[in-house]
């Protein structure tokens, strides 16, 4: 197969799987890795960019749904409140946690609802969504 078309593949999956949408960026990061498709670290760099890309996609809905908060059709939930209630807690730097299933999306979802710098939003979802796959890579790689 077509390495920039495995690689196109393993971004279109992180991006989609920062967003609200399910989504299986870790099984295609182990694909391209098990296929040697590209280097371990180009295979993350890929998937981290997704992955963020996708969070600010997250971000820019929080920040254009914030004037329709107090609405009774605003999407909530349980998720979402346990979003609300880290980022009440954390501020800013519960993005931190934004790699975690079922709590990162909303996370950066609620960042922009409560109109955090996206310059600050950067830097610190893509430091924990590259984190997270360098973890699952160097587990790869180990179990090599």
Do not use: C
């Amino acid at each position: 197969m077509n390495p920039l078309a495995e690689l196109g593949g393993l971004f279109a999956s992180a991006f989609l799987s920062a967003t609200l949408l399910p989504g299986t960026s870790e099984a295609a990061l182990i694909a391209v890795m098990t296929l040697g498709t590209a280097s371990a670290v180009i295979a993350v760099l890929v998937a981290t960019l997704g992955n963020t890309l996708g969070s600010i996609v997250n971000w820019g809905m929080g920040r254009f749904a914030s004037q329709y908060r107090d609405r009774k059709w605003f999407p909530g939930g349980r998720g979402m409140a346990k979003a609300e209630a880290w980022y009440a807690r954390y501020g800013v730097w519960s993005l931190l946690m934004s790699w975690v299933p079922l709590l990162g999306d909303p996370l950066t979802l609620v960042a922009g609802l409560m109109r955090a710098p996206l310059w600050l939003v950067v830097p610190i979802v893509a430091l924990a969504k590259g984190a997270r796959y360098v973890v699952v890579a160097g587990a790869i790689g180990l179990a090599s």
